[in-house]
Nanobody, 130 residues
Framework: VQLQASGGGLVQAGGSLRLSCAAS????????IGWFRQAPGRGREVVSC????????YYANSVKGRFTISRDDAKNMVYLQMDSLKPEDTAVYYC????????????????????????WGKGTQVTVSS
């Protein structure tokens, strides 16, 4: 699976961006998809994930209530709607895929650094100015 994230850019604090994750040479229908980010000088961290069926989602505490993940399998796309952006959201954002969902104690979840993701795309830069 080849993935490509797009939609990043420069936005003022409080603004919005929508990131897109597209797949080529394969369908995303059978994959759980995650969004991750890496800020300068920091490690990679999970932002949000969506299950294979699209029925389950996971959000990092730092983005809950501000970001929304969704998938459109007909278009072979996964989206991350980012609202109320903050300067601390500045990072390179990556999408990644794995062929199964992850559950912890019956709750859909994601590994904090995407340790179990199988495919990674190139990132897209998001810069939020104060």
């Amino acid at each position: 699976v080849q993935l490509q994230a797009s939609g990043g850019g420069l936005v003022q604090a409080g603004g919005s961006l929508r990131l897109s994750c597209a797949a080529s040479e394969s369908t995303l229908d059978y994959y759980s998809i995650g969004w991750f980010r890496q800020a300068p000088g920091r490690g990679r961290e999970v932002v949000s994930c969506i299950s294979v069926s699209g029925s389950n989602t996971y959000y990092a505490n730092s983005v809950k209530g501000r970001f929304t993940i969704s998938r459109d399998d007909a278009k072979n796309m996964v989206y991350l709607q980012m609202d109320s952006l903050k300067p601390e959201d500045t990072a390179v954002y990556y999408c990644a895929a794995k062929g199964r969902d992850t559950w912890y104690s019956g709750i859909y979840s994601c590994q904090p650094q995407g340790e179990d993701m199988e495919y990674w795309g190139k990132g897209t830069q998001v810069t939020v100015s104060s």
